[in-house]
């Protein structure tokens, strides 16, 4: 690969990456928001039905979990957008910096070309 030439988004891995990110970060909080009414639902049904059976509580604890799964993966998403943020702003530093690098040297060329020679 060459050094000096700008490289597209594809090439460094970032793209997909950048648009697969928020819409993740979406899902997991739909699926917070799901698990948590579910959560609601289980408990609402057992405190009034008054059911206090093994099967009851069950599902209320396996309500609990789901959310706890849902929070991590939230968090996850989260951390990943965080990520790919951070590295789509370090590339765009990067190419700022080339662009100011080939500036100097077309300014140094241009120099160059305008000193008379011997």
Same mark, same amino acid.
């Given at each position: 690969?060459?050094?000096?030439?700008?490289?597209?988004?594809?090439?460094?891995?970032?793209?997909?990456?950048?648009?697969?990110? $928020?819409?993740?970060?979406?899902?997991?909080?739909?699926?917070?928001?799901?698990?948590?009414?579910?959560?609601?639902?289980?408990?609402?049904?057992?405190?009034?039905?008054?059911?206090?059976?093994? $099967?009851?509580?069950?599902?209320?604890?396996?309500?609990?979990?789901?959310?706890?799964?849902?929070?991590?993966?939230?968090?996850?998403?989260?951390?990943?957008?965080?990520?790919?943020?951070?590295?789509?702003?370090?590339?765009?530093?990067?190419?700022?910096?080339?662009?100011?690098?080939?500036?100097?040297?077309?300014?140094?060329?241009?120099?160059?070309?305008?000193? $008379?020679?011997?």
């Amino acid at each position: 690969m060459d050094i000096n030439r700008p490289y597209t988004w594809e090439e460094l891995g970032l793209l997909g990456e950048s648009v697969r990110a $928020p819409a993740m970060l979406a899902r997991r909080t739909a699926e917070l928001d799901a698990a948590r009414d579910e959560l609601a639902a289980t408990r609402t049904a057992r405190d009034q039905g008054g059911d206090r059976s093994l $099967p009851a509580l069950d599902a209320v604890c396996h309500a609990a979990v789901d959310v706890h799964r849902a929070e991590q993966a939230l968090a996850d998403a989260e951390r990943d957008l965080a990520t790919v943020e951070q590295a789509l702003a370090t590339v765009e530093k990067w190419s700022a910096a080339r662009e100011l690098d080939r500036g100097e040297l077309t300014e140094l060329e241009a120099a160059a070309d305008l000193e $008379p020679e011997p």
